[in-house]
Every structure is written in structure tokens, then in C-alpha cells.
């Protein structure tokens, strides 16, 4: 076989498999990362569910894969540099890979100082029990009593308090509480929190029980300050929260997941 017929053939094998031309270089980085991944996913089997929890999360892991084969094909096409084709898929690589990975090994804490706890105002209202005001004996007319004074309410005042549950394979711990301050305005509160954390977790209060997803009038309280410990969060003037079984949810808007939920029953 000559020299032409020889270059020839090599240059059809390449046309054959687009990946012949990678680099000693990024197979040894593409290993790498392999080891690391397969240490990540023994210390942590949730790294691995966690890219097909649903359909969406599904579709960016495939779709992901899909494209950065397809650039790489073309850079190796158009002879891009080893070095080049490293840094141009490594580091978007490294960026998703921390951003959805990290949270499974790194808590965010938070510890919202607050004048009770959900416990100690639960244990208060349950000592002091239902009021009556019926007697033994008929008041006489004649005599006029005067009225006895109202008990003074305890502020921060307790409207209703719920368990956290893990949800979609989720692990997650504590309590919410509802809580009516002295001016009037109404907090939410987190304690004895201690869930498994994520990217992009939001908070929300949702109206009705058991609720597992976020519906068009829920109240969204933003992003998750931290998934251990305990925090309060302010609910706005113009939202009404009224006498009902309320759902506090933490869901992860980056995928459309929810994370837990507690269901709060309010009474006011």
C-alpha cells in the first residue's frame, strides 16, 4: 500500500469515528472526573438519582450530554487545540457539575434569633386551654358586676404550626409555624430545620393541605435562606392568611421538584 492510499484509508477511519481524534490529554481529564463522580456517588448515592428525578431534569442531563458531544465533534473537525477543547467544554462542565452536586455535600445555616419558639407557644396554648364564661349560679339582676378584664394576649402569638416531610425521595425535618407579631404583621417561621439541600430552592405558602407543588395564587417567599436551622421569614401586608390548612413548601424551581412540605392549620 503506498503513502496516499495509506492517508487515505486513516482519513476514512476518521470520518468513521469523529472521537479518533482525541487527545491522551482529555482522556486522562475524562477519567478523572470519572473516579472523582464514582467517589462523589459512594459517599453520596443521591448525586446519581439526581439528575433523573423528572422529566425536566431528564432532558437537561440527555440534552447537555447531546450538545457537548456535538461540539466536540466539530472542534475536532475543525482542528481545534487539546487545550482549547478542554477549556471550552471543561469549564461549563465543572460550573453545572458544582451547582447541581455541591448542595449534597455543603449545608447553608441560618439562625434567626426570635422572641419564642414554636414549641414553647404550642405548650403555652395548650395550658391555657379553651376560656368559659358560664357560671354555677344565675347573676342577680340588681347587682351589676363590672367586666373582668381580658387576659392580655402573648405576642409573638401562635396562629398555627405543622411538621416538615420529605417529599420525591427528599429527606427533611422540623417545624413551621405562623406567627402573629404585636404590630399586626405575620411571620413565617422555620425552626429545628434540617433538610436536604439543593439548587435553586424557593419557598412558598400554599392555600389547602398537602400541597406539592407551588399554584398560581401560592405566596412565593423567595429563595431558601438555608436548609439547617432557623429562620423567619415576613409575609407581605397584602396577603391574607386566613382561618384553614395552609402547605409551607420548599421546591426546587430549577427543575420543578418539590424538596418538603409542612401542612400548617391556621386559626385566627
Sequence with gaps: MTRHQSDGHARTHDRRNPFSGISVLEWALASAAALVLAALALAEPGVLRAPFENGRTMAFTIGGTALAAVALVVMLRRGVPPVLR???????????????????????????????????????????????????????????EPDPPAPAAATPALLGAGRFVGLAGHEGAGDAGFF?????????????????????????????????????????????????????????????????????????????????????????
Design 86 to 144: 478542554v477549556l471550552s467544554l471543561g469549564l461549563p462542565l465543572v460550573a453545572v457539575s458544582w451547582w447541581l452536586i455541591s448542595p449534597f455535600f455543603l449545608d447553608d445555616v441560618v439562625d434567626d434569633e426570635f422572641e419564642t419558639s414554636i414549641a414553647a407557644a404550642g405548650a403555652e396554648q395548650a395550658a391555657a386551654g379553651p376560656t368559659s364564661t358560664t357560671t354555677d349560679s344565675e347573676p342577680d339582676p340588681a347587682v351589676t
Design 180 to 268: 402573629e407579631l404585636e404590630d399586626g404583621s405575620v411571620v413565617l417561621r422555620l425552626e429545628n430545620f434540617d433538610i436536604q439541600n439543593g439548587p435553586d430552592l424557593r419557598l412558598y405558602v400554599v392555600s389547602g393541605p398537602d400541597q406539592t407543588s407551588p399554584a398560581p395564587d401560592s405566596l412565593d417567599l423567595g429563595a431558601l435562606r438555608g436548609n439547617v436551622g432557623d429562620q423567619t421569614y415576613a409575609l407581605p401586608p397584602e396577603f391574607a392568611l386566613t382561618t384553614g390548612s395552609w402547605t409551607v413548601l420548599v421546591w426546587c424551581e430549577a427543575f420543578s421538584v418539590e424538596f418538603v412540605a409542612a401542612t400548617v392549620p391556621v386559626a385566627l
